[in-house]
């Protein structure tokens, strides 16, 4: 059965294209400084958002039209796996992610939800097999059922962590199954309302707690995925204890948990937190902790995750900076849609269009990114204005020589100075240059 209407594999065709079904700027085999757009990218699918996604909103029902919406229960899950990799190789994707309670429907008790999920962690290991495509990450929904409603690792109730723990142990098992390359800890309700009725110590704790007893229970089954942990600064929590990247950082260190995670970055949740998508991606890159990316972005006009497919091509090419420019790229890591077609684009091929837009706005951004870098203008900016830091007393700085007695003795020495100006604007037209020209 086919769910897309038996579409063929999209190919690139260039720029000058007007075949909405048809790459403008991703040609998966073209080479970007030393590697090709489908090493760089290594683009993955988003099982919720594609194929359990109904085009819901706060103030209104599904609108989505698919195929296996015909079916329930286990029949539905099983062609939701048809229809996925139906999807993959339409698109000419190598990667999908999931949560556990996307692929497979709760039971009555954790028994019966383990045995569904037997089942169809077998039947995509089947289609993983016949296809060769790959699974960049999973991971498990604690923030869907009610019983998590208090949290999960962060909840007030024993039983419900003890709950939580079982279902991340099942979520690792399928993981080494399918062979995923990251595994990746969202704490959708990992945070507070209010400190009247919170124990902040005690949930930070029992949350650390929880994340080395996965770490260990990792190294026990042989599953060497790279561990990965999403910031996100709220929704639905009000206080979320993985506020943002620098927020994430802290507690890895305070609990020693740095050596074993790295972050999965997502362009809406920077949105929510106050920052920009780069502001994130700087912040974990030059601390040696970017290890994937959710690609997608929010409409700064609502006040939620909206999850749109990304098309700014501004915003891309930022953050393919900082991906070429982190050690090893995107590594073990990928650029996942974490990302919905509008309630309005109902239509199964709008999934299609949608994906498109998006691979291409990485595509554009990543060789926008690599003409900045070959052609150094950001270095060149940097070197001039932090020019006073290469010799003298700002070089005794940088080398940790100084100190508040040599500082003090210069100041005395040296009390003119002359500033330079940033020349932020100037720098944004080049920017702007760049994605036109490059």
């Known amino acids: ?40 990218l290594r683009f993955a699918v988003a099982y919720w958002h594609s194929f359990t996604g109904t085009g819901a909103d706060p103030f209104g029902a599904g609108t989505n039209v698919r195929g296996w919406d015909r079916f329930s229960g286990m029949d539905q899950a099983k062609a939701r796996v048809e229809a996925c990799f139906e999807l993959l190789q339409i698109l000419d994707v190598d990667y999908f992610c999931f949560h556990d309670r996307d692929i497979a429907p709760e039971g009555d008790t954790l028994q019966e939800t383990n045995s569904n999920l037997d089942a169809i962690v077998e039947l995509i290991g089947q289609h993983m097999k016949a296809t060769g495509k790959k699974l960049l990450w999973n991971t498990a929904n604690m923030f869907t059922h009610p019983r998590f409603v208090h949290g999960a690792a962060t909840t007030s109730n024993a039983n419900v962590y003890a709950y939580a723990g079982a279902q991340v142990k099942k979520a690792l098992e399928h993981g080494k199954l399918l062979g995923a390359e990251n595994y990746v800890f969202w704490g959708g309700r990992e945070g507070y309302e209010s400190l009247l009725n919170t124990d902040l110590g005690l949930e930070l704790d029992n949350l650390a707690r929880f994340l080395h007893m996965a770490v260990d229970y990792a190294k026990e089954i042989g599953f060497d995925a790279q561990f990965l942990i999403e910031p996100k600064p709220k929704e639905p929590t009000k206080h979320q204890y993985d506020f943002d990247a620098a927020t994430t950082l802290s507690f890895l260190q305070k609990y020693d948990l740095l050596p074993h995670f790295k972050l999965n970055i997502e362009a809406n949740h920077a949105t929510l937190a106050g920052h920009t998508f780069e502001h994130e ?85 990543m060789e926008v990114a690599a003409k900045l870098i070959e052609d150094r203008v950001f270095e060149q900016i940097l070197d001039e204005r932090y020019a006073t830091f290469k010799s003298g007393i700002g070089a005794d700085i940088v080398a940790g020589t100084a100190n508040f007695h040599t500082l003090e003795a210069y100041a005395l020495q040296n009390q003119s100075y002359e500033l330079q100006s940033g020349h932020l604007e100037r720098i944004k037209s080049v920017v702007n240059q760049y994605i036109i020209n490059a």
Request: no cysteine; charged share 20%; proline share 4%.
């Open 281 to 365: 991606l700087r912040l974990a890159r030059v601390n040696g902790v970017l290890g994937s990316i959710d690609a997608n972005q929010g409409d700064t006009l609502l006040g939620w995750d909206t999850d749109e497919f990304p098309t700014d091509l501004y915003s891309t090419s930022l953050a393919m900076y900082e991906i070429l420019k982190n050690d090893g790229g995107i590594g073990r890591g990928g650029v996942n849609f974490d990302a919905k077609v509008r309630r309005t684009s109902f239509e199964p091929v709008d999934l299609i269009y949608a994906h498109i837009a998006g691979m291409d706005a990485f595509a554009r951004g």
């Open 1 to 40: 059965m086919s769910y897309f209407g038996q579409l063929p594999q999209i190919q690139f065709e260039g720029k000058q294209s007007t075949n909405p079904l048809a790459f403008k700027f991703y040609n998966p085999d073209q080479v970007v400084l030393g590697k090709t757009m489908r090493q760089h």
